[in-house]
């Protein structure tokens, strides 16, 4: 039986892709939402609310989510720290939600491979992100670039402090706890995530390159999917996917 999903951002790209492959992934738009609907009216139809909005909204889909007992899959990126402290503190422990930057399998498997490089290289080799988006794109860095910095933060024991976001000027040598990250925007580009791990004598490298928005949009409806027999927790991807080791 398809999986009946409220879906929020309807008119935005993410939200028009996961439109057009809903049918083929066994899932049906029972209700779509964008600016100025009222996606409460249609909550009663839905297993499951999928939000591709933008960030200040995502807080609203959230309490209606918690109100109707409904899994949310949240692929909104951009919160501020604020808005995401009060989105958790509204859904824990209350409804399964999946939160995650990117819901590609392969986005996430190079997640997973960011941890276990960082594990076996250590501090000898510096990390540095790199990510690459279309001109339309409204922040940065980007949410997968965000969930990266995450992992080495929590990997080479270090916190937000350490994180520079591009350099200019006379910065000075470059430190062993810190963090380089670097986002590029033009054109079409539908997404491109590179982890430095820069070594003396060798640089190891991590890419993950998007051609179609649609990996995006199936990995959404398979977490939503997913959602639906779970308990009241915050997951990512990766537990989607099992990778969590």
């Known amino acids: 039986m398809p999986i009946k999903i409220l879906l929020n951002g309807s008119r935005g790209r993410m939200g028009l892709t996961i439109e057009a492959i809903a049918k083929s992934n066994n899932a049906e738009i029972t209700s779509s939402c964008d600016i100025g609907d009222d996606p409460s009216k249609c909550a009663e139809e839905c297993d499951v609310i999928i939000d591709f909005s933008f960030h200040e909204v995502t ?57 276990k490089a960082a594990q076996i290289l250590g501090e000898d080799y510096e990390p540095e992100v790199l990510e690459m988006h279309h001109h339309d794109k409204k922040d940065a860095p980007s949410g997968t670039a965000e969930r990266i910095i995450e992992i080495l933060k929590n990997s080479y024991e270090m916190n937000h402090e350490h994180v520079v976001h591009g350099r200019e000027g006379l910065v000075g040598a470059r430190p062993k706890k810190e963090i380089g990250v670097h986002a590029i925007r033009g054109g079409d580009i539908v997404g491109e995530h590179t982890v430095f791990f820069c070594g003396d004598g060798e640089r190891f490298e991590l890419t993950h390159r998007a051609t179609d928005r649609k990996i995006f949009a199936q990995g959404a409806i398979r977490a939503a999917r997913w959602a639906t027999s779970q308990k009241p927790n915050i997951y990512n991807m990766e537990d989607v996917l099992g990778l969590t080791d």
């Open 59 to 115: 807080l609203n889909i959230a309490k209606l989510a918690v109100a109707k007992n409904l899994p949310l899959v949240i692929g909104t990126t951009g919160h501020t720290k604020e808005e995401k402290d009060q989105i958790t503190a509204l859904v824990e422990g209350k409804i399964p939600v999946v939160w995650a930057g990117n819901y590609s399998v392969g986005v996430n498997t190079l997640n997973y491979l960011t941890r």
